[in-house]
Structure formats: C-alpha cells, structure tokens
C-alpha cells in the first residue's frame, strides 16, 4: 500500500517529529478482522454486534420512510457513537464544485467546532478530513497536539476537547467522494482492529444513506417532472379536443348548407327546366345531385368516427342479443322491399361496454351484411357468439359479395374500400368506426371472405 | 313613418340559397301565402320588437323559422328573447339547421322550442321536411287565441 508515499510527502522538519507522530494513513480496504483472543471480548463483541444490528434496523426503517438525509446521518453518527461509547463522530460532506467539505450530521461537536470547519479545503495535510477526502483513504491522527496535518486547526479542536481524530473517506459505489466519516477522542488514540472495522463499517452505511436519498430525490423530482410534463399535455390535448370540438362543429354546418343548394339548385332545374334539358343533361344533373348528397354521407360519417373517439365511454352490460334484434329490426325496415333476408340469431352471450357504440358497431356490421348481400337472392345473416381467450367473440356472417382476402388488411382502414361505388355506394368509414370502438373495449375484429362467397365479420369484448 | 305587416311565416336565415328552398317548398304545396325573409338574428330581433328603424312587425306570425347560426345574433339568442317576451311566446318557433350537433339541440329545447330540424341534403326530404312542419303548424296545430 501507500503508507510510505503517503509519509514521504511530509516536509523534512515534520520528519523530525515523527516519533511523535501518531498519525498513520491505512488504506482503507485493509482488512480490520482478526479472530477473537479471549471470551470476555468475544462477549464484549457480541454486545456491539447486537447494539449494531438494532440501530441499523432503525435506521433502515428511517430509509424505509421519507426521512430526510440529514436526521438519517444523526442517526448513523449516534449509532457509532454508541458502539463506542467515548466518541464523537461526523460527517461532513463533499461539495465537488467547490471542493470543499461541509457539515452534514456532528450532534455532539459544539456549533463553534461545527461552524469553523464548515467549507475547509479539500487537501494534502488539511486536517484528517481534509486529508482523506484528498487522498480518498483513510487518516488517522492519533494525536491532534503533534501533528501537522493539525497544526492550523490544533486549537480549534483542544477547545472542542478532542485530541486524536480518525477520518474515513465516504466514497460512493462509482468511486466518486462523498464526504468524511470521523471519530474523535477526547485523548490521544490509536485505533484499534475494531475501530477500524467500524470506521470502515460507518462510511460504507454512510454511503448506501446518502445515495438512497439521493436517488429517491432523483426519482421524486423525475416524478414531479413528468406530473408536470402530463398536467401539461393534458392541457394541450385538451385544448386541441376544443379545437377539434369547434373544427367538427362548423364541418358539420357549415360544409352541408352548399351541398344542399347544389342538391336543391339542381333539383329545381329538373324541375322548372325539365322541357329544356335533354337526358343527357338531366342525366348530368342527377350526377352533381348524387355527388353532393354522397358528399353529405361522407360528411357525416367523418363526423360521428371523429366523434366516437372522442366521446366519453359509459360502461353497462350489454344484452347483445336484444342489440342485435333491434338494430336487425330497424334496418330490415329500410330495406327495398324486395330484398328477402333470413335472420338467424343465436344465444348471444352477454358483454360489457357502452351501448350507443356497441349498438352502432353492431349497426355497422349488419347493414354491411344487408348491402353486401343485396344481389343475394336467398339472403342469410348468421349471427353467434362464442368465448374464447377470456372474451366473447361475436360473429356476422353473410352469404354476400365476399371480398378478396387478398386485400383483407383494407378492410378497416379508413377511406378504403374494397367495392366499386357503383356495386356497393358507401364512404369506407363504417368498419374503420368499428375497428376504433372494439379496440377502445380492449377487442380485436376480425374478418373471414372469399369473393362471392360471403363474409364472417368477428368482434371481441370482454366476458361480463 | 312604419309599414304595417302582417307576414304568416317569419323565415330567419342567412343563406339565401337555403331560404330559396324553404320558401319554394311552402309555397310548392300552397303552406303560405306571406312570408317574411330576414337575414340575421339582430334584425329579427329589430323586427319582432320594433327596436329597430325598418318596418315592424304589427301582428304575430302564425310561425318563426330560425336558423341556428346566423351573423352577429345567432338563432340560439332570437330564440331566448321570443320565448321571454309575453306577446311571442306562444308563437311556434322552428329550429331549422343544418347542425346536428347534440348541444345545440338541448340548448334549443332547453329555451323553449318547439321543434328542432335537421335540415337534409337531399332537396326532395328537404321539400318533405318543410312541407310537413308547415302542414303541421300552419294547418294542423292549433294555436292560443291572440288576448287583444
């Protein structure tokens, strides 16, 4: 080790006094065990082990807690303060940017003592902190009277009524200086095998203390951080939903009143002008007529899917038989008279979710099934439920168009389509709203086909 | 000097095409014989209250066609000041508008309307929708007696 560099760094004249010197610099990974000569201090030594272990529990509970790091050092001081029952001990702590140390935790150093040293150099010879911060081992002056490392401070600390002090550097598990643990004497002292085990013991709980705090003081401050940057966000999502709010608002005004004059106006040249346009041109009328009234569907379907994403969802079982029922009912209603359709609804089991989307999901998929299989001559829609993976899954099945598997991942993309406008009219928005109220269930849809031979439309929500 | 009117219907409406439309499908299915057309919600008010410098109303109108979003006083407010006032109150007020935003729609009933419309895009269910609720309030519905 380094003790005779650490000694060959004394001037010549302090070699004079070396016989007087009982400072020693030990390196601090030294081993301090040694086994025990005698009973009385194998009973001596159990006694501290059991004093050690209550305190350490004390003060692991204190970590445990949100207690601050300067009482947990107290405690430490305390707690080796009562192992060795004539110290005195502190700690002082390093501030890198200045590279000075300063109080941290002396409970039993008078406040002269403490304030005096509070910010002293980091340095060869500075006292036994100063010191071991500076040379990251431990120093031990065993007499403050004759040492040099003393020789400024020397009065300071007679009038604390110390007279050897040991230093233990507190370094963290990087290696980086934290600070100083020391033990005084009111005499003159050489440590022991025992006191430089606890020494060592000290500074290494000193150690885990200050970093536990310190990094829950990193955790709570990254935790504030991010509570802010969510308040935050919230805020701007929110103002951006009002935005979007308004946006859809007068989308939903005012982009249907044109249309509705280019429908109306049109119409009322059909009407007044009827003798004067050829068929061609009634023809081209009814085309601008169509396409505003296909531009309104758009409109609206836009509408409701940047509505249902937002809306707040309302939890309720669901009789999903009876949804089914009724939304059948309801649309067979709307269907030309002609279109002749079995309806096969099986047991469905009940769910969970909000019932004007799932009632709207279920719209979606039926009249899907209705205008699908409209040049279907015998129409079937099949609808059953099955559990499975821990949800039910729903299943519409027609024997309509169909569709190319090959295009199956359109199928829920918003503004795709997989049929011509002029076979099958509609905006390519319906499945896609489907798609955005089952996922906001936590479901999943699915979809079977092959072209001309019908769909089975799937959905999962969960098990009531 | 004012110029006595005495319209059946008060149409409130800010596009002309729309009150083009509206005024085509009641006169279409021979609802009405008088309609007043103004423009926004300020001169409505003007005009149902004699606040302002035009001709004013004389006698209540059988119906009020309101739009909902109309310049500088929308249809919302109209409708608060008629369903306050002792002398309009029991006047039909008609919401027709293309919004079918469901706020606007409490609000309106809220205040006191007496039916909200949707207006649609298509001309022959705008026609129908219009034909009706005349047919409805102008034909059907049978008013309170004027108390003077």
Known sequence: MNTSESYSTLSANEKLQQSHKRGVIYSSDSDPSHPAESNSIDIIERDLLRIRERNRALILEELARDVDI?????????????????????????????????????????????????????????????????????????????HPYWAAFKE???????????????????????????????????????????????????????????????????????????????????????????FSYSVSHDLRAPLRAIAGFSNIMLEDYADKLDEDGQKTLNTIVNNAL?????????????????????????????????????????????????????????????????????????????????????????VSSKIAHGSVIYAVKDNGA??????????????????????????????????KVIERHGGVVSAEGALGQGATFSFSLPIV | MNIKEYPEVLLVEDREEDAVLTIRALKKYNLINDIKWLEDGQHALDYLFGTGPEKVLQAIPKLILLDLKLPRVNGLEVLEQIKASEGLKSTPVIMMTSSKEDVDIKKAYELGVNSYIVKPIDFMNFADAVKQLGMYWLMLNQPPKPTQ
């Open chain 1, 70 to 146: 300067f009482t947990i050092m107290r405690s430490i001081v305390r707690s080796i303060e009562e192992e060795d029952a004539a110290s005195i001990c502190t700690i002082l702590l390093y501030d890198k940017v200045t590279n000075t140390l300063g109080t941290g935790a002396a409970p039993n150093m008078p406040d002269f003592y403490n304030d005096a040293i509070d910010g002293i150099s980091v340095g060869d010879g500075i006292g036994s902190c100063g010191s071991a911060a500076f040379s990251k081992k431990l120093v031990c002056v065993d007499n403050i009277g004759t």
């Open chain 1, 156 to 246: 300071l600390a007679f009038r604390a009524g110390v007279q050897s002090c040991w230093s233990q550097p507190i370094l963290s598990s990087t290696g980086d200086m934290v600070g100083t643990f020391a033990i005084y004497h009111r005499e003159p002292r050489t440590p022991k095998d025992v006191d430089l085990e606890r020494i060592a013991y000290a500074a290494r709980f000193a150690n885990l203390a200050i970093e536990n705090r310190r990094i829950r003081a990193e955790i709570l401050e990254h935790k504030n951080h991010l509570e802010q940057l969510v308040a935050e966000r919230t805020e701007a999502l929110s103002h951006a939903n009002e935005e979007l709010e308004a």
């Open chain 1, 294 to 382: 296909r531009m309104g569907m758009l409109i609206d379907d836009i509408l409701s899917f940047s509505k249902l994403s937002r809306a707040e969802k309302v939890n309720s079982t669901l009789d999903m038989k009876a949804i089914f029922k009724n939304v059948f009912d309801e649309l067979l209603r709307q269907e030309p008279a002609g279109h002749k359709v079995v309806f096969e609804l099986g047991e469905l089991a009940p769910s969970i979710g909000d019932q004007a989307m799932i009632t709207q999901v279920v719209t979606n998929f039926i009249s899907n099934a209705l205008k699908y299989s409209r040049n279907t001559p015998e129409t079937k829609i099949i």
């Open chain 1, 402 to 435: 169909g569709f190319d598997e090959k295009y199956k991942n359109k199928l829920f993309k918003i503004f795709s389509r997989l049929h011509n406008d002029r076979d099958f009219e509609g905006t390519g928005i319906g499945l896609s709203i489907v798609k």
